[in-house]
């Protein structure tokens, strides 16, 4: 347990409440579930990080900007019925936003250890950095094109989805019922 | 033997310190199961050493925790009367405790009291742990849309201000054109270049979310802040710019809504992605600023004259003494950001070409009346404005500090509307058709 602890404070403190497990690029979904009978893996990381959503809660939640970041976490509703395409969904979300963080937190970090120089040695720092950068931040920008391109088509797609859901459910049920009633 | 009704173990634990050893308090409820099974303490005692592999934890948490007691002063460290005999049979061997928690059966400590941090400096800091996470706590909220926040939201995403400014040059440039005004294609006109704007930079912020994120200037954004989600953005994005460039095509004429389109498509997909690739990014701006003007221009005559290119060009050289001032006292964020900004990666071209803008204003004027859209008053009542600004530009040239970038920045706020106001008031008169027949017929009756 300590050594639980130990390792997770740790992590906290590079990370605080964003990744409590250490961050393999491919990473399972954090999400909260609202059904208790499922074994909660989600809510116990969350725990852990000092936030959890309410068990009743149907929303995702949005935290505040992390100190190395600037990103904002989001905690994922795993709704009971999730389909297999929701779940990709919330992969893709989940995995961007680790990809994001990562490469924001390593730009930041570098960026703020040459704070205390004075405005024109800053102005050619700031030059410097750009140059140094140009191809990492164009094949960011392409990366980051793309995921968030996929992910508007796959959240269109889900609500799609659960909008002919909605239809034809309500239709099933309706003739269910009034195959019930005579 | 052990196995007594109710014999589990809730409650806070109570450590006394006594001479070293530890006694415990335990709830009234386990000590009078213990009671009724008739087992005397010291039989427990016996039975209790033998799971030695046990206690060990436990008697290490307890040491600790004892010592948390000692250095806590808040802490009650009196036991309860009736529990007290129990106690002092107990208390003669340290690994009473431990026995008499590990061999009752059922016992299961609640996690929330046993499953305690072990070390004291851990419980020591926990109050302030626990305050911070509610505090944080406190700032993550649901993703839910509350459909009252709606307009604001669209107002922000939409960016409703520099849309307003839009529509307004667009005005000029319909309101200098040298035909009648017609009210219904005026309205029709404003709507869809407002539309088209509002199009434009929800795109725009929808493309830019992890950047945003990292400038102050842009981290409040709906976006960032996650109050409507990326489709939400997009949905809205389309459901403004399907009316509004339809409006301009058939309400208004096919070359305005040709215009509309294209300061959509320079705007999210050339200015948007360049501006983290190249500083040319500052010319394509440009030319998405001039646009609008000359769309007012066209909505009027239906064509492309020389005096829309002129107001045009108004409005792209206008935008470099604005922009490079502006950019300048942002150079941290831009960076840090990955924005590739002149004054960041070029800061001599900035300041240069912001003063070549500023002075080519003054020349842009010169053309007014040389191209009939004005008559020659406008160079000279528009030239002590211009001066202004080209005199800011110069001492930015010169100096180039943040002080002298926010004054150029702040006159160029009040320039451009003036300018404009100044041409309007200096519109060449058209010459209807029966006028320019009168006048020569006029002219020869003189004669």
């Known amino acids: ?182 | 033997m052990f196995k007594t009704p109710c014999s589990r173990l809730t409650g806070v634990w109570k450590y006394i310190p006594r001479d070293g050893l530890v006694g415990v308090s335990v709830q009234p409820k386990l000590i009078a199961n213990a009671f009724r099974c008739h087992l005397s303490a010291r039989s427990l005692i016996q039975l209790c050493r033998k799971n030695q592999a046990e206690w060990i934890t436990f008697q290490h948490l307890c040491f600790l925790k004892r010592q948390y007691v000692k250095s806590s002063n808040d802490l009650c460290q009196r036991a309860r009367p009736k529990q007290e005999r129990v106690t002092s049979v107990l208390a003669e061997q340290d690994d009473l405790v431990d026995g008499q928690v590990q061999q009752i059966p059922a016992v299961k400590p609640e996690s929330s009291t046993v499953v305690a941090p072990c070390d004291p400096q851990d419980i020591q800091n926990e109050p302030e742990a626990a305050r911070a996470a509610r505090l944080e706590a406190r700032q993550w909220k649901e993703l839910r849309v509350e459909y009252s926040d709606l307009p604001g939201i669209y107002a922000r995403l939409s960016k409703l201000k520099l849309t307003a400014l839009v529509v307004t040059t667009a005005a000029a440039g319909f309101a200098m054109a040298p035909v009648a005004f017609d009210p219904v294609t005026f309205m029709m006109a404003s709507v869809g270049t407002g539309l088209s704007s509002c199009t434009a930079n929800s795109i725009n912020q929808y493309f830019e979310v992890p950047f945003d994120s990292n400038m102050n200037r842009t981290k409040n954004r709906p976006l960032v802040r996650g109050q409507i989600s990326p489709l939400h953005a997009v949905s809205f994005a389309l459901a403004c710019g399907i009316p509004g460039l339809t409006l301009l095509t058939l309400g208004v004429n096919p070359l305005t809504g040709f215009l509309g389109a294209l300061t959509i498509f320079l705007y999210t997909c050339c200015y948007t992605p360049l501006k983290r690739l190249s500083i040319t990014n500052t010319w394509v701006g440009a030319v998405v600023g001039a646009i609008p003007p000359v769309m007012g221009w066209t909505a009027a005559t239906g064509s492309l004259d020389p005096g829309a290119l002129l107001l045009g060009g108004f409005l792209f050289s206008w935008q470099f003494p604005h922009f490079n001032a502006l950019s300048w006292n942002l150079r941290e964020d831009y960076s840090r950001g990955g924005y590739r900004m002149m004054s960041v990666t070029h800061p001599a071209l900035c300041k240069r070409v912001a003063l070549r803008h500023s002075v080519g204003l003054i020349g842009l004027s010169a053309l007014g009346p040389a191209l009939d859209v004005t008559t020659w008053t406008f160079p000279l009542v528009s030239l002590p404005i211009n001066l202004y600004i080209s005199y800011l530009a110069f001492r930015f040239y010169r100096h180039g500090d943040r002080q002298n970038a926010r004054k150029l920045f702040f006159c160029s706020l009040w320039h451009l509307p003036m300018l404009l106001l100044l041409a309007l008031t200096c519109k060449k008169r058209r010459v209807t058709q029966d006028e320019a027949a009168v006048a020569p017929s006029m002219a020869s009756l003189a004669l």
């Open chain 1, 1 to 182: 347990m300590n050594v639980k602890t130990v390792g997770c404070l740790f992590f906290r403190s590079l990370c605080p409440c964003y990744t409590y497990v250490p961050l393999p690029l491919r990473s399972p979904c954090r999400g909260h579930r609202q059904n208790t009978s499922q074994p909660p893996q989600h809510d116990r990381r969350a725990q852990r990080c000092g936030f959890s959503p309410a068990a009743s809660s149907k929303y995702d939640w949005i935290g505040p900007p992390d100190r190395f970041s600037n990103l904002r976490p989001i905690i994922y509703h795993i709704p009971e019925n999730e389909t297999p395409l929701e779940r990709k969904l919330r992969h893709l979300r989940q995995e961007t936003e680790d990809w994001n963080h990562k490469f924001w937190t390593n730009q930041n970090i570098t960026f703020r250890r040459k704070r205390t120089l004075s405005s024109e040695e800053m102005a050619v720092f700031y030059k410097h950095f750009l140059d140094k950068n140009v191809k990492r931040h164009a094949s960011y920008n392409r990366e980051w094109y793309r995921r968030n391109f996929t992910i508007t088509l796959l959240m269109a797609e889900v609500a799609l989805h659960r909008t002919w859901r909605m239809l034809t459910g309500q239709g099933r049920r309706t003739s269910r019922e009034k195959g019930k009633s005579t």
